[in-house]
């Protein structure tokens, strides 16, 4: 029994730990640099939903709409919106964008651009309902 395991030392060209050979390591480095590359053409997009909420009921949602889809930014895309109860007869508009993150910030949207005059004549606030990267 002996003789038959001191016989079978041919398996020491079998590498059981893996040591990369230098065909692995420039395939793996290949596929790094692939993934890297396609790591750069990401947009850096994202999909906002908000809810902009009027003064009271008597505001005319029209023209909130057209005042908040009047705020041009580049890398700014409006999307579609809708009306929907609150309660006592007040609807709250909420619309879809999409950003381009490095162009444009959702929290100076809305501070600098949305509650401020002469849209703020119709809008009291606005929440982000929703945030998703693209």
């Not at 709250?92 to 002469?118: F, G, N, Q, Y």
């Amino acid at each position: 029994m002996l003789h038959c395991l001191l016989q079978d030392d041919d398996d020491d060209d079998l590498d059981l730990f893996g040591d990369e050979t230098e065909e692995d390591k420039k395939a793996a480095d290949e596929r790094a640099a692939a993934k890297a590359s396609t790591k750069k053409k990401e947009s850096g997009k994202s999909s906002v939903l908000l809810d902009v909420k009027p003064w009271d009921d008597e505001t005319d949602m029209k023209k909130l709409e057209e005042a908040v889809r009047s705020v041009q930014m580049e890398g700014l895309t409006w999307g579609a919106s809708k009306l929907v109860p609150v309660g006592y007869g007040i609807k709250k508009m909420t619309i879809m964008l999409t950003i381009v993150d490095d162009l444009v910030s959702v929290d100076s949207l809305i501070e600098e651009h949305l509650t401020e005059e002469p849209i703020n004549e119709y809008v009291q606030s606005c929440d982000i309902v929703a945030f998703n990267k693209i």
